[in-house]
């Protein structure tokens, strides 16, 4: 238990469906992250979000929105997403995003599946 | 930003020390030299993180040579929970974000 949680753990979805990932964090942290990991990649930053504030966003097609109401929840909102975009869904927090000793703890992820 | 490169995998048996050794050839005098451990369907794990010469916890220790160019991650005695991928991550400030980059990293097999 890593003070990260995730819902739901596994999403099958159409390409026409809309839904949303849900984050939370109950570590006090002030930075939080999506990530991307697809079979056989490397883990790929999706967004940053500190305070509350979205610091970064690597070029993330727009069928994926954030959002961050506060410091402990986080949001992916997904839409007409493709085939591609299989893969397992991290979240992660941290206790600012701008300090090098930036340990970053990670939910178990949302496995998601798109038909 | 740097880059790391690692072996894709490693065997080993159950009680030998493991040493996995990462290099960063590129490495920014700001960047900082951390590693996680991800287990199957499960998020990463911080292990440690170091500057230069030596760092040790509970769980590891890690080596960093005074050029910086590599560092080898030793995981002491381990047994077949160890077993999982290993991360060397080389983090830079992008913006006003320190970014970690996540590379292959190094699959770990721990046999009886």
């Known amino acids: 238990e890593t003070g990260v949680t995730q819902t739901p753990r596994h999403l099958v979805m159409g390409m026409t469906n809309k839904k949303s990932l849900k984050c939370e964090q109950h570590?006090?942290?002030?930075?939080m992250y999506w990530y991307k990991q697809s079979a056989k990649k490397p883990l790929e930053l999706m967004f940053v979000?500190?305070?509350?504030?979205?610091?970064e966003n690597n070029s993330v097609p727009s069928r994926f929105s954030p959002e961050c109401p506060n410091s402990s929840h986080l949001f992916l909102h997904l839409h007409t997403l493709q085939p591609e975009d299989s893969a397992l869904y991290l979240c992660?927090?941290?206790?600012?995003?701008?300090?090098?000793?930036?340990?970053?703890?990670f939910g178990p992820g949302t496995r998601l599946t798109v038909l | 930003l740097a880059k790391t490169t690692q072996p894709i995998s490693m065997d080993s048996y159950e009680g030998q020390e493991v040493n996995i050794t990462c290099s960063h050839n590129n490495i920014a005098t700001n960047d900082y030299i951390t590693w996680y451990q991800q287990f199957p369907s499960q998020g990463p794990r911080f292990i440690i993180q170091?500057?230069?010469t030596k760092v040790t916890n509970e769980v590891a220790s890690l080596f960093i040579p005074a050029d910086r160019k590599s560092s080898t991650l030793s995981l002491p005695r381990v047994s077949l929970s160890d077993t999982a991928v290993y991360y060397c991550l080389v983090g830079d400030y992008v913006d006003s974000s320190y970014k970690l980059i996540f590379g292959s990293g190094t699959r770990l097999l721990v046999r009886p």
């Open positions: 992660a927090s941290s206790q600012m995003s701008s300090d090098p000793y930036n340990e970053q703890f």
């Open positions: 979000y500190n305070f509350k504030e979205q610091t």
């Open positions: 170091g500057y230069k």
């Open positions: 570590l006090g942290h002030n930075a």
